[in-house]
């Protein structure tokens, strides 16, 4: 596909990485979402799914028409463990300029597509690798899940109550956040240098290593003896009564965040409590403005005090379900959601001003691109035997 050209033939952009290659051997979790986010920019995505296999989160049978992970993405059918399925994703590699992978280490090596096969046909590649522990180090061989690596990290002891075991935030810090995004800025920083040297690299993307760098702060405030290193007795983990999740008279909740002076002054007058709230500046008020925001809170409906606090710098917002966040009037003023194939999804983000972006096509089915990336990636029928060792062939 030639830059500057969408799938669709219309010829506008399709987004900032438009003509930018990227071969995704299909898997779980952060390496899909990586490559959904690099189609979202407007990469020509190409998966390798293989025959008969479509796991889900949790290793069931899912849906792919299901799976928005697969979206603005194209799929090609390979059994990578067959030498013929091998050669041609060697074939798709040689002529993209990203490849991502999410197999244990040496798994990759084994089925003959690793890092050194890899460039040696295309020393342009930028090679992404994106698992839980990392290439090396003593866990690298071991099985994981996102639970563990924000556990290992001290990422997942930061989060929930005092007094009760650490909150799990679903897998979004782990899989997506300290992984599938830290590759994805990985593998641009790195296709930004292969485009200026020519030489590609391989790009090692821990989950454990980008929960640990999310903490980066933390770490300098517990240093500088500005953070407790223990639960919901800090500022931003909910041991402030102005930085707290509360609850409703209809057991919804409110987000409340005043934590500024002016901001928290806004916040007790529109609560009506400004006259009897203790000095907010001694550590020694914190219960008791607790109780006294929460007994005041729980008086009215959530919707009710969202509607109180709108238009206002009081930094309250009501906790909205996934289905309510998508219709939230703000979100769809900004189209933040937007609708595809009939399915209310999260529009591409960030925003471009020159080269906007989109969802373009829908999530693939396997092995539905099977004719249009041969075609449009110029990978022949007769594949070539491998080069011999220490040659190389330029990408096409």
Same mark, same amino acid.
């Given at each position: 596909?030639?830059?500057?050209?969408?799938?669709?033939?219309?010829?506008?952009?399709?987004?900032?990485? #438009?003509?930018?290659?990227?071969?995704?051997?299909?898997?779980?979790?952060?390496?899909?979402?990586?490559?959904?986010?690099?189609?979202?920019?407007?990469?020509?995505?190409?998966?390798?799914?293989?025959?008969?296999?479509?796991?889900?989160?949790?290793?069931?049978?899912?849906?792919?028409?299901?799976?928005?992970?697969?979206?603005?993405?194209?799929?090609?059918?390979?059994?990578? &463990?067959?030498?013929?399925?091998?050669?041609?994703?060697?074939?798709?590699?040689?002529?993209?300029?990203?490849? @991502?992978?999410?197999?244990?280490?040496?798994?990759?090596?084994?089925?003959?597509?690793?890092?050194?096969?890899?460039?040696?046909?295309?020393?342009?590649?930028?090679?992404?690798?994106?698992?839980?522990?990392?290439?090396?180090?003593?866990?690298?061989?071991?099985?994981?899940?996102?639970?563990?690596?924000?556990?290992?990290? =001290?990422?997942?002891?930061?989060?929930?109550?005092?007094? &009760?075991?650490?909150?799990?935030?679903?897998?979004?810090?782990?899989?997506?956040?300290? =992984?599938?995004?830290?590759?994805?800025?990985?593998?641009?920083?790195?296709?930004?240098?292969?485009? $200026?040297?020519?030489?590609?690299?391989?790009?090692?993307?821990?989950?454990?290593?980008?929960?640990?760098?999310?903490?980066?702060?933390?770490?300098?405030?517990?240093?500088?003896?500005?953070?407790?290193?223990?639960?919901?007795?800090?500022?931003?983990?909910?041991?402030?009564?102005?930085?707290?999740?509360?609850?409703?008279?209809?057991?919804?909740?409110?987000?409340?965040?005043?934590?500024?002076?002016?901001?928290?002054?806004?916040?007790?007058?529109?609560?009506?409590?400004? #006259?009897?709230?203790?000095?907010?500046?001694?550590? $020694?008020?914190?219960?008791?403005?607790?109780?006294?925001?929460?007994?005041?809170?729980?008086?009215?409906?959530?919707?009710?005090?969202?509607?109180?606090?709108?238009?206002?710098?009081?930094? @309250?917002?009501?906790?909205?379900?996934?289905?309510?966040?998508?219709?939230?009037?703000?979100?769809?003023?900004?189209?933040?959601?937007?609708?595809? &194939?009939?399915?209310?999804?999260?529009?591409?983000?960030?925003?471009?001003?020159?080269?906007?972006?989109?969802?373009?096509?829908?999530?693939?089915?396997?092995? #539905?691109?099977?004719?249009?990336?041969?075609?449009?990636?110029? @990978?022949?029928?007769?594949?070539?035997?491998?080069?011999?060792?220490?040659?190389?062939?330029?990408?096409?």
């Amino acid at each position: 596909m030639a830059a500057g050209t969408r799938e669709d033939g219309r010829g506008a952009p399709a987004g900032p990485l #438009d003509g930018v290659r990227v071969l995704e051997l299909g898997g779980i979790g952060p390496g899909p979402f990586a490559g959904m986010l690099l189609g979202d920019l407007g990469a020509d995505v190409v998966r390798v799914d293989r025959p008969g296999r479509g796991p889900g989160p949790d290793g069931t049978a899912l849906d792919p028409r299901a799976d928005l992970t697969r979206r603005n993405k194209r799929s090609v059918l390979l059994d990578l &463990g067959t030498a013929g399925g091998a050669r041609t994703a060697l074939a798709l590699a040689s002529r993209a300029d990203v490849l @991502v992978e999410g197999f244990r280490p040496g798994v990759a090596e084994r089925l003959g597509i690793g890092p050194a096969a890899c460039h040696a046909r295309n020393p342009r590649l930028v090679y992404g690798r994106m698992t839980g522990w990392g290439q090396d180090g003593p866990l690298a061989p071991r099985a994981g899940h996102d639970i563990g690596y924000l556990a290992l990290s =001290g990422t997942l002891g930061m989060i929930g109550p005092a007094d &009760g075991p650490p909150a799990v935030p679903a897998n979004l810090l782990g899989d997506y956040a300290g =992984g599938a995004l830290y590759l994805v800025t990985g593998v641009l920083a790195a296709l930004h240098h292969a485009r $200026a040297t020519g030489r590609g690299q391989v790009v090692d993307a821990a989950i454990v290593d980008g929960a640990a760098h999310l903490g980066t702060l933390f770490h300098g405030l517990l240093a500088a003896g500005a953070w407790q290193d223990r639960r919901a007795v800090n500022a931003l983990d909910g041991g402030s009564p102005f930085y707290a999740v509360y609850t409703a008279s209809d057991g919804g909740h409110l987000a409340v965040g005043p934590l500024e002076p002016r901001f928290r002054a806004a916040f007790l007058d529109l609560l009506g409590i400004a #006259d009897d709230a203790p000095d907010p500046d001694d550590p $020694a008020n914190a219960p008791a403005l607790r109780a006294l925001i929460a007994a005041r809170l729980a008086t009215r409906e959530r919707d009710a005090w969202a509607t109180h606090f709108a238009g206002t710098d009081a930094c @309250v917002v009501p906790v909205l379900s996934l289905r309510e966040a998508a219709r939230h009037p703000h979100l769809t003023a900004r189209g933040t959601f937007t609708d595809h &194939g009939g399915v209310r999804q999260p529009a591409p983000a960030p925003r471009f001003s020159a080269t906007p972006t989109a969802v373009r096509r829908g999530p693939a089915l396997p092995g #539905d691109g099977a004719a249009s990336v041969a075609r449009d990636w110029d @990978v022949p029928d007769d594949l070539p035997d491998d080069p011999a060792p220490g040659t190389a062939t330029d990408a096409a």
